[in-house]
Each structure stands twice: as structure tokens, then as C-alpha cells.
Nanobody, 115 residues
């Protein structure tokens, strides 16, 4: 059974930084697609960033230049470095791992950015 555990969320002032981690219970080196999503209150879950096995990354326009997604295959862990945080980044952040045909999700970690 695939398990994903996020950590690193918290309360931070606008302009601050946080680093989220997503530890997987399986080896991730052969997994092509991994990513971070977020869901703010009253809104749909949205893509934040993805990374594929070759290291190619993709970002939502709203976070480009501020967030960096990375993965450490040796530690079976994915990261999201978030800099220059804004109040509109406030949401529950979820990590996602895709092993076709299934999608696996973590439990989420709350990020709150105060103005």
C-alpha cells in the first residue's frame, strides 16, 4: 500500500519561506509523475507544481519564480521550497504520486500566510 506523509506546513508572515516534504512508503526513482496540489477554503484543488523522473518541472503561473519542486530518490522524498509567500498561498497542500492507473494522495499539510 502506498503511503504519502507530508510535513513542513505552518504559519508564516507574508514574504517568508517554508519547505514542505512528502515522504513516500515506496521507491520513487521509477515513478514518473509526482506533484504538489493545494486547496484553499471554498475552492477546488489546484495544481501547484509537478516533477517527472527526468527532472523536468512544471509550475502554476501563480507560483513561478517563488516555489521550487524537487525530489530525492535516495530518500524517497519530494520537496516544495516556497519563498516570498503571499496570503493567497494559504491552503492545505497535498502531495500526489501517480502510478498508472492510480493516483495516491497524502493527508495534507496546512500552510497559512498572514499579511
Amino acid at each position: 500500500q502506498v503511503q504519502l506523509v507530508e510535513s513542513g506546513g505552518g504559519l508564516v508572515q507574508a514574504g517568508g519561506s517554508l519547505r514542505l516534504s512528502c515522504a513516500a512508503s515506496v521507491r520513487i526513482f521509477s515513478i514518473n509523475a509526482m506533484g504538489w496540489y493545494r486547496q484553499a477554503p471554498g475552492k477546488q484543488r489546484e495544481l501547484v507544481a509537478t516533477i517527472i523522473s527526468g527532472g523536468v518541472t512544471n509550475y502554476a503561473d501563480s507560483v513561478k519564480g517563488r516555489f521550487t519542486i524537487s525530489r530525492d530518490n535516495a530518500k524517497n522524498t519530494m520537496y516544495l521550497q516556497m519563498n516570498s509567500l503571499k496570503p493567497e498561498d494559504t491552503a492545505v497542500y497535498y502531495c500526489n504520486l501517480r502510478i498508472v492507473p492510480s493516483d495516491y494522495w497524502g493527508q495534507g499539510t496546512q500552510v497559512t500566510v498572514s499579511s
